[in-house]
Structure formats: C-alpha cells, structure tokens
Nanobody, 121 residues
Framework: QVQLVESGGGLVQAGGSLRLSCAAS????????VGWYRQAPGKQRDLVAS???????NYADSVKGRFTISRDNAKNILYLQMNSLKPEDTAIYYC???????????????WGQGTQVTVSS
C-alpha cells in the first residue's frame, strides 16, 4: 500500500507564497512522473505541474513563471513552490504519482487526499 500525504496548504493574500509538499511512503516501487493537480469548486481537476523521474518539468500556462515543481528522490518528497498567488489559484491541490511496482509492470497512478489553498484578494 502506498500513501501520498500533502501538506503546506492554507490561506494567503494575493501576491503571497506557499510551498506544498507531498511525501510518499509505503510500497512505492519506482516513482516515475509526479505532479500536482488542482480542482476548484464546480470545475474539473486540472494539471498544474509535473516532473519526470529525469527532471523534465511541465507547467500549465496559467502558472508558468510563478510556480516551481521539484522533487527529492532520496526522500520521496514532491514540492510545489507557489509565488505571486492569485485568487484564481484557489483550489484543492492534489499530489499524483505514477508508480511502477515491478520492472515488468505498467505504472499505476496514486493520489493524495488533497490540501486546500485559498488566496484572498
């Protein structure tokens, strides 16, 4: 069993910063691409940023230049540094990881429980 636990969410004023963390534990196998998604009320869950096992990053256009994704492979921790936050960044942020349990198996997706980020104007 694998667990992804997010932390670091909260309430911040527009223009402020937050740093989200996601710690993976349990039977993680080989952690491939990891990422952050967010879901605002009444909207679908969208990709915010992702980072491959080799360090290649990908960002949604709406967060480019403001958010930075990084990972600590030794500690199995994923980070999202969020700067210049805007009210439209308000959402529940979810950690996602593609896990390959065996060398011959296909990666499977794991999700965290989510952490609330609220940006006030």
């Amino acid at each position: 069993q694998v667990q992804l636990v997010e932390s670091g969410g909260g309430l911040v004023q527009a223009g402020g910063s937050l740093r989200l963390s996601c710690a993976a534990s349990g039977r993680t196998g080989s952690i491939k691409t990891v990422g952050w998604y967010r879901q605002a009320p009444g909207k679908q869950r969208d990709l915010v940023a992702s980072i491959s096992s080799g360090g290649t990053t990908n960002y949604a256009d709406s967060v480019k230049g403001r958010f930075t994704i990084s990972r600590d492979n030794a500690k199995n921790i994923l980070y999202l540094q969020m700067n210049s936050l805007k009210p439209e960044d308000t959402a529940i942020y979810y950690c996602n990881a593609d896990l390959q349990l065996y060398s011959w198996s296909k990666p499977v997706a794991a999700w965290g429980q989510g952490t609330q980020v609220t940006v006030s104007s």
